[in-house]
Protein backbone atom coordinates (compact mmCIF):
# COMPACT_ATOMS: atom_id res chain seq x y z
CA UNK A 1 0.00 0.00 0.00
CA UNK A 2 1.54 3.35 -1.40
CA UNK A 3 1.32 6.06 2.03
CA UNK A 4 -1.84 8.05 2.29
CA UNK A 5 -2.21 11.41 4.02
CA UNK A 6 -1.98 10.70 7.64
CA UNK A 7 -4.52 11.51 10.15
CA UNK A 8 -4.63 15.04 11.09
CA UNK A 9 -3.57 16.08 7.39
CA UNK A 10 -5.04 19.63 6.94
CA UNK A 11 -4.15 20.18 3.26
CA UNK A 12 -6.47 21.14 0.12
CA UNK A 13 -6.18 20.39 -3.22
CA UNK A 14 -8.37 22.18 -6.04
CA UNK A 15 -9.23 19.84 -8.59
CA UNK A 16 -10.56 20.33 -12.51
CA UNK A 17 -12.35 18.03 -14.81
CA UNK A 18 -11.65 19.86 -18.59
CA UNK A 19 -14.25 18.00 -20.86
CA UNK A 20 -15.31 18.55 -24.45
CA UNK A 21 -18.38 20.86 -23.55
CA UNK A 22 -17.49 22.01 -20.29
CA UNK A 23 -15.03 22.18 -17.04
CA UNK A 24 -16.10 21.31 -13.69
CA UNK A 25 -13.80 22.09 -10.48
CA UNK A 26 -13.78 21.88 -6.60
CA UNK A 27 -12.16 21.75 -3.79
CA UNK A 28 -11.46 18.56 -1.54
CA UNK A 29 -9.85 17.47 2.14
CA UNK A 30 -6.73 14.99 1.96
CA UNK A 31 -9.68 12.65 2.30
CA UNK A 32 -11.66 13.49 -0.50
CA UNK A 33 -14.22 15.08 1.35
CA UNK A 34 -15.84 17.82 -1.42
CA UNK A 35 -14.73 21.23 0.75
CA UNK A 36 -16.16 23.27 -2.19
CA UNK A 37 -17.67 22.64 -5.76
CA UNK A 38 -18.36 25.35 -8.12
CA UNK A 39 -20.83 25.46 -10.93
CA UNK A 40 -19.21 23.90 -14.17
CA UNK A 41 -18.29 26.24 -16.75
CA UNK A 42 -18.34 25.91 -20.46
CA UNK A 43 -14.95 24.93 -22.00
CA UNK A 44 -13.60 27.35 -24.03
CA UNK A 45 -13.08 26.29 -27.90
CA UNK A 46 -9.50 27.77 -28.45
CA UNK A 47 -6.16 26.49 -26.54
CA UNK A 48 -5.33 29.95 -24.80
CA UNK A 49 -9.03 30.20 -23.55
CA UNK A 50 -8.92 26.59 -21.55
CA UNK A 51 -5.75 27.95 -19.91
CA UNK A 52 -7.26 31.27 -18.86
CA UNK A 53 -10.29 29.23 -17.69
CA UNK A 54 -8.60 27.07 -15.68
CA UNK A 55 -6.50 29.67 -14.34
CA UNK A 56 -9.30 31.45 -12.94
CA UNK A 57 -11.01 29.24 -11.86
CA UNK A 58 -8.07 27.95 -9.73
CA UNK A 59 -6.92 31.19 -8.40
CA UNK A 60 -10.60 31.97 -7.33
CA UNK A 61 -10.93 28.49 -5.17
CA UNK A 62 -7.43 28.91 -3.69
CA UNK A 63 -8.23 32.25 -2.57
CA UNK A 64 -10.82 31.08 -0.71
CA UNK A 65 -9.26 28.09 0.66
CA UNK A 66 -6.14 29.42 1.99
CA UNK A 67 -5.06 25.56 2.70
CA UNK A 68 -4.62 24.41 -0.62
CA UNK A 69 -1.92 22.47 -1.31
CA UNK A 70 -2.12 21.24 -4.51
CA UNK A 71 -3.88 21.44 -7.66
CA UNK A 72 -5.27 18.49 -10.08
CA UNK A 73 -6.65 18.69 -13.86
CA UNK A 74 -8.06 15.69 -15.42
CA UNK A 75 -8.46 16.22 -18.99
CA UNK A 76 -10.03 14.31 -21.90
CA UNK A 77 -7.32 12.95 -24.44
CA UNK A 78 -3.88 12.02 -24.48
CA UNK A 79 -1.47 13.23 -21.62
CA UNK A 80 1.35 12.87 -21.31
CA UNK A 81 3.04 11.33 -18.27
CA UNK A 82 4.52 12.62 -16.38
CA UNK A 83 4.89 16.25 -18.01
CA UNK A 84 1.11 16.97 -18.54
CA UNK A 85 1.21 17.57 -21.72
CA UNK A 86 -1.68 16.95 -23.73
CA UNK A 87 -1.24 16.19 -27.18
CA UNK A 88 -4.87 15.71 -28.32
CA UNK A 89 -8.27 15.63 -27.67
CA UNK A 90 -10.82 14.34 -29.89
CA UNK A 91 -13.49 16.96 -28.57
CA UNK A 92 -10.90 20.08 -27.30
CA UNK A 93 -8.49 21.93 -29.37
CA UNK A 94 -5.55 20.71 -27.44
CA UNK A 95 -2.32 20.45 -29.30
CA UNK A 96 0.47 19.70 -27.44
CA UNK A 97 -0.66 22.19 -24.14
CA UNK A 98 1.98 22.09 -21.75
CA UNK A 99 -0.79 22.72 -18.96
CA UNK A 100 0.57 21.23 -16.24
CA UNK A 101 4.06 23.18 -16.96
CA UNK A 102 1.87 26.49 -17.45
CA UNK A 103 -0.28 26.05 -14.08
CA UNK A 104 2.90 25.20 -11.96
CA UNK A 105 4.42 28.76 -13.26
CA UNK A 106 1.11 30.86 -12.82
CA UNK A 107 -0.05 29.11 -9.36
CA UNK A 108 3.29 28.41 -7.73
CA UNK A 109 1.70 24.97 -6.36
CA UNK A 110 2.54 21.17 -7.18
CA UNK A 111 0.33 20.55 -10.17
CA UNK A 112 -0.68 16.93 -11.39
CA UNK A 113 -1.91 16.97 -14.99
CA UNK A 114 -3.50 13.37 -16.08
CA UNK A 115 -6.37 11.99 -17.86
CA UNK A 116 -9.89 12.22 -17.32
CA UNK A 117 -11.05 8.45 -16.61
CA UNK A 118 -7.33 7.80 -14.86
CA UNK A 119 -8.58 10.94 -12.55
CA UNK A 120 -11.95 8.91 -12.30
CA UNK A 121 -10.65 5.87 -11.64
CA UNK A 122 -8.30 6.84 -8.70
CA UNK A 123 -11.42 8.95 -6.95
CA UNK A 124 -13.19 5.80 -6.89
CA UNK A 125 -10.38 3.64 -5.87
CA UNK A 126 -9.97 6.34 -3.19
CA UNK A 127 -13.77 6.44 -2.46
CA UNK A 128 -16.05 4.21 -4.04
CA UNK A 129 -15.71 0.60 -4.51
CA UNK A 130 -12.02 -0.15 -4.08
CA UNK A 131 -9.86 -2.87 -4.68
CA UNK A 132 -5.92 -3.15 -5.07
CA UNK A 133 -5.92 -4.47 -8.19
CA UNK A 134 -9.04 -2.88 -10.05
CA UNK A 135 -10.24 -1.43 -13.41
CA UNK A 136 -12.22 1.90 -13.95
CA UNK A 137 -14.56 1.47 -16.98
CA UNK A 138 -16.07 4.41 -18.26
CA UNK A 139 -19.22 4.08 -20.80
CA UNK A 140 -20.12 7.45 -22.13
CA UNK A 141 -20.14 8.77 -25.39
CA UNK A 142 -16.93 7.09 -26.10
CA UNK A 143 -15.07 3.62 -23.85
CA UNK A 144 -12.55 4.61 -21.42
CA UNK A 145 -10.76 3.50 -18.50
CA UNK A 146 -8.23 3.23 -15.53
CA UNK A 147 -6.22 0.50 -13.59
CA UNK A 148 -4.93 0.30 -10.40
CA UNK A 149 -2.59 -2.27 -10.11
CA UNK A 150 -0.93 -3.22 -6.07
CA UNK A 151 -2.70 0.01 -5.14
CA UNK A 152 -1.05 2.31 -7.81
CA UNK A 153 -2.55 3.61 -10.91
CA UNK A 154 -1.02 2.30 -13.84
CA UNK A 155 -0.21 4.54 -16.40
CA UNK A 156 2.30 2.82 -18.79
CA UNK A 157 5.67 4.49 -20.10
CA UNK A 158 4.30 8.10 -21.31
CA UNK A 159 0.76 7.73 -19.90
CA UNK A 160 -1.28 6.72 -22.36
CA UNK A 161 -2.26 3.11 -20.98
CA UNK A 162 -4.84 1.91 -20.46
CA UNK A 163 -6.85 2.97 -23.57
CA UNK A 164 -9.83 0.39 -23.07
CA UNK A 165 -12.28 1.43 -25.65
CA UNK A 166 -9.10 0.72 -28.52
CA UNK A 167 -9.16 -2.59 -27.56
CA UNK A 168 -9.58 -4.78 -30.55
CA UNK A 169 -12.96 -7.00 -30.26
CA UNK A 170 -14.23 -7.25 -33.41
CA UNK A 171 -11.85 -6.91 -36.37
CA UNK A 172 -13.88 -8.52 -39.33
CA UNK A 173 -17.11 -5.91 -38.15
CA UNK A 174 -18.24 -3.28 -40.31
CA UNK A 175 -18.03 -0.14 -37.46
CA UNK A 176 -14.87 2.07 -37.84
CA UNK A 177 -13.67 3.62 -34.51
CA UNK A 178 -13.15 7.66 -34.12
CA UNK A 179 -8.93 6.15 -34.10
CA UNK A 180 -9.69 5.01 -37.85
CA UNK A 181 -9.65 1.05 -36.91
CA UNK A 182 -12.04 -1.13 -37.45
CA UNK A 183 -12.56 -3.85 -34.39
CA UNK A 184 -12.72 -1.35 -31.45
CA UNK A 185 -14.63 -1.78 -28.80
CA UNK A 186 -15.42 1.47 -28.15
CA UNK A 187 -18.24 1.30 -31.28
CA UNK A 188 -19.49 -1.44 -30.38
CA UNK A 189 -19.88 -0.28 -26.59
CA UNK A 190 -20.73 3.26 -25.88
CA UNK A 191 -23.65 5.33 -25.39
CA UNK A 192 -23.41 6.00 -29.16
CA UNK A 193 -23.05 2.51 -30.18
CA UNK A 194 -26.39 2.41 -28.06
CA UNK A 195 -28.29 4.98 -30.12
CA UNK A 196 -27.46 3.43 -33.13
CA UNK A 197 -28.60 0.02 -31.83
CA UNK A 198 -31.66 1.37 -30.73
CA UNK A 199 -32.23 3.62 -33.86
CA UNK A 200 -32.07 0.53 -36.20
CA UNK A 201 -34.45 -1.10 -33.70
CA UNK A 202 -36.76 1.55 -33.86
CA UNK A 203 -36.60 1.25 -37.71
CA UNK A 204 -37.82 -2.28 -37.73
CA UNK A 205 -40.36 -1.83 -35.46
CA UNK A 206 -42.30 2.12 -36.08
CA UNK A 207 -44.72 1.42 -33.96
CA UNK A 208 -43.09 -0.11 -30.87
CA UNK A 209 -41.95 1.73 -27.11
CA UNK A 210 -38.05 2.82 -28.49
CA UNK A 211 -40.03 5.36 -31.46
CA UNK A 212 -43.02 6.12 -29.81
CA UNK A 213 -40.47 7.63 -26.75
CA UNK A 214 -38.22 8.96 -28.94
CA UNK A 215 -40.86 10.90 -31.35
CA UNK A 216 -39.64 8.66 -34.08
CA UNK A 217 -37.39 5.86 -35.13
CA UNK A 218 -34.88 8.35 -36.12
CA UNK A 219 -34.50 10.30 -33.03
CA UNK A 220 -33.02 7.33 -30.44
CA UNK A 221 -30.38 7.91 -28.27
CA UNK A 222 -28.48 6.03 -25.73
CA UNK A 223 -30.59 7.53 -23.34
CA UNK A 224 -34.26 6.79 -25.01
CA UNK A 225 -32.90 3.32 -25.32
CA UNK A 226 -32.49 2.99 -21.24
CA UNK A 227 -35.40 4.89 -20.51
CA UNK A 228 -37.30 2.66 -22.65
CA UNK A 229 -35.32 -0.20 -21.27
CA UNK A 230 -36.45 0.58 -18.03
CA UNK A 231 -40.20 0.48 -18.82
CA UNK A 232 -40.15 -3.18 -19.88
CA UNK A 233 -39.49 -2.32 -23.33
CA UNK A 234 -38.00 -5.93 -24.83
CA UNK A 235 -36.57 -4.60 -27.61
CA UNK A 236 -34.25 -1.85 -25.95
CA UNK A 237 -33.22 -4.58 -23.40
CA UNK A 238 -32.20 -6.38 -26.30
CA UNK A 239 -29.60 -3.66 -27.22
CA UNK A 240 -28.53 -3.20 -23.58
CA UNK A 241 -27.62 -7.12 -24.08
CA UNK A 242 -25.90 -6.49 -26.99
CA UNK A 243 -23.53 -3.28 -25.58
CA UNK A 244 -23.37 -5.59 -22.56
CA UNK A 245 -22.14 -8.83 -24.46
CA UNK A 246 -19.03 -6.17 -26.24
CA UNK A 247 -18.12 -4.98 -22.87
CA UNK A 248 -18.41 -7.87 -21.04
CA UNK A 249 -15.39 -9.80 -23.86
CA UNK A 250 -13.29 -6.49 -23.73
CA UNK A 251 -13.28 -7.11 -19.66
CA UNK A 252 -12.32 -10.57 -20.11
CA UNK A 253 -9.59 -9.54 -22.29
CA UNK A 254 -8.47 -7.28 -19.61
CA UNK A 255 -9.10 -9.65 -16.52
CA UNK A 256 -7.01 -12.16 -18.73
CA UNK A 257 -4.19 -9.61 -18.42
CA UNK A 258 -3.84 -7.94 -15.45
CA UNK A 259 -5.57 -10.27 -13.02
CA UNK A 260 -7.98 -7.92 -11.66
CA UNK A 261 -10.41 -8.61 -8.96
CA UNK A 262 -12.87 -5.73 -9.66
CA UNK A 263 -13.98 -3.76 -12.55
CA UNK A 264 -16.14 -0.91 -11.54
CA UNK A 265 -18.20 0.92 -14.84
CA UNK A 266 -19.01 4.60 -14.39
CA UNK A 267 -20.00 7.06 -17.22
CA UNK A 268 -23.88 7.85 -18.18
CA UNK A 269 -24.85 4.41 -20.01
CA UNK A 270 -23.71 2.91 -16.70
CA UNK A 271 -26.89 4.61 -15.01
CA UNK A 272 -28.86 1.62 -17.12
CA UNK A 273 -27.70 -0.41 -13.49
CA UNK A 274 -28.23 -4.14 -14.18
CA UNK A 275 -29.80 -3.94 -17.64
CA UNK A 276 -26.29 -3.17 -18.32
CA UNK A 277 -24.30 -5.28 -15.78
CA UNK A 278 -25.88 -8.49 -16.28
CA UNK A 279 -25.05 -8.77 -19.22
CA UNK A 280 -22.17 -7.62 -19.22
CA UNK A 281 -21.42 -10.16 -16.63
CA UNK A 282 -22.53 -13.00 -18.66
CA UNK A 283 -20.20 -11.90 -21.45
CA UNK A 284 -17.13 -11.89 -19.32
CA UNK A 285 -18.19 -14.97 -18.06
CA UNK A 286 -18.41 -16.55 -21.28
CA UNK A 287 -15.02 -14.80 -22.49
CA UNK A 288 -12.51 -15.38 -19.30
CA UNK A 289 -10.09 -17.59 -19.22
CA UNK A 290 -10.32 -20.60 -17.16
CA UNK A 291 -13.65 -19.33 -14.84
CA UNK A 292 -13.77 -22.25 -13.35
CA UNK A 293 -10.30 -22.22 -12.14
CA UNK A 294 -9.97 -18.32 -10.45
CA UNK A 295 -11.36 -16.48 -8.09
CA UNK A 296 -14.18 -14.41 -9.58
CA UNK A 297 -13.62 -10.77 -10.86
CA UNK A 298 -16.42 -8.22 -9.43
CA UNK A 299 -18.18 -5.92 -11.90
CA UNK A 300 -19.75 -3.37 -10.35
CA UNK A 301 -21.47 0.22 -10.40
CA UNK A 302 -19.04 3.00 -9.72
CA UNK A 303 -19.97 4.75 -7.03
CA UNK A 304 -19.04 8.19 -7.62
CA UNK A 305 -20.95 10.43 -10.23
CA UNK A 306 -19.85 13.30 -12.68
CA UNK A 307 -17.75 14.44 -10.39
CA UNK A 308 -15.04 11.44 -9.94
CA UNK A 309 -12.95 13.36 -12.33
CA UNK A 310 -11.85 16.44 -10.95
CA UNK A 311 -12.19 14.47 -7.25
CA UNK A 312 -9.74 12.10 -8.14
CA UNK A 313 -7.28 14.74 -9.86
CA UNK A 314 -7.22 16.60 -6.74
CA UNK A 315 -6.82 13.83 -4.76
CA UNK A 316 -4.36 12.26 -6.93
CA UNK A 317 -2.02 15.66 -6.92
CA UNK A 318 -2.13 15.25 -2.88
CA UNK A 319 -1.34 11.86 -3.12
CA UNK A 320 1.19 11.61 -6.13
CA UNK A 321 2.73 15.10 -5.79
CA UNK A 322 6.23 15.85 -4.84
ZN1 LIG B 1 -10.29 2.80 -31.71
Not at 53 to 65: D, F, G, Q, T
Not at 86 to 103: H, K, Q
Not at 206 to 224: I, K, M, S
Request: a neutral charge; proline letters at 6%; glycine letters at 14%.
Amino acid sequence: MRPRPHAGDRRLSVGLDIGGTKIAAGVVDAEGRVVERVPPVPCPSDQAGIVKAVSVLVEELRARHPGTAAVGVGAAGLVHWPEGRIRTAPNNAYRDLPLRRLLQETTGLPTLVDNDANAACWAEYRKGNSAAYMAFVTVGTGVGGGLVLADRLFRGRTGIAMEFGHTIVDPHGSQRCGCGTVGCLEPLASGRALGRYGSAAAAAEPAGALATLAGGPGRVTGETVTAAARAGDPAARAQLERLGHWLGIGIATLVNLFDIELVVIGGGVAEAGELLLAPTRAGFERYVTAAAHREPADIRPARLGPEAGWIGAALLALDEGE
